[in-house]
């Protein structure tokens, strides 16, 4: 097995089998609290912030010390008080309080409010996989459909820049949304 197992499964292409609802939303620039708004009244919940260490896939991508010290941010996107999307955000420490400080301020506001209010923030390509119970992120989102045991979760993740210090953003869809989509096909 690969030592970068975890970082070999992003993909720039939604994978052939995920359904058209999936490949649209893993693929929808611009915020992704936006896109939410336009299903319901959109709350976030922050579910942890704290002093950590990056997953194995984010210290490949990001190409850091697998033991760099990085403030982690998770919260839950709810829709009319539904989880839809679990989101794992990181920065390294020193960038958090110097370039990226204002995501130690937010508290309930979307991290979208910081990044695509300043123009001098770019973004990278959006990848994406399935996550199993593998990959730590499949806990998060766990966590959020306890009645409910998915064998896996569809996820993406981008980067975000600002004075050259990279801040990574993942959000992992919980079955909620896919539900409301076939609801809303219908």
Known sequence: MPKDLFATQWR?????TFTAAQKDWLTRGGSLTAHLRALGDVTVSVTRETVGQP?????????????APVWIREVVLTVDGVPFVAAHSIVALDAS?????A????????LAELLYSDPGVWRSELTSRRISARHPLHRLASLQTPHEKPHAFVARRSVFVRQGAPLMVTECFLPALWSTMRFENQ
């Open 55 to 67: 997953w194995r896939d984010e210290a490949s991508e990001l190409k850091m010390d697998r033991r």
């Open 12 to 16: 720039t292409r939604p994978l052939p």
């Open 103 to 110: 995501m130690r301020r937010l508290r309930t506001r979307p």
């Open 97 to 101: 309080s110097g370039v990226w400080q």
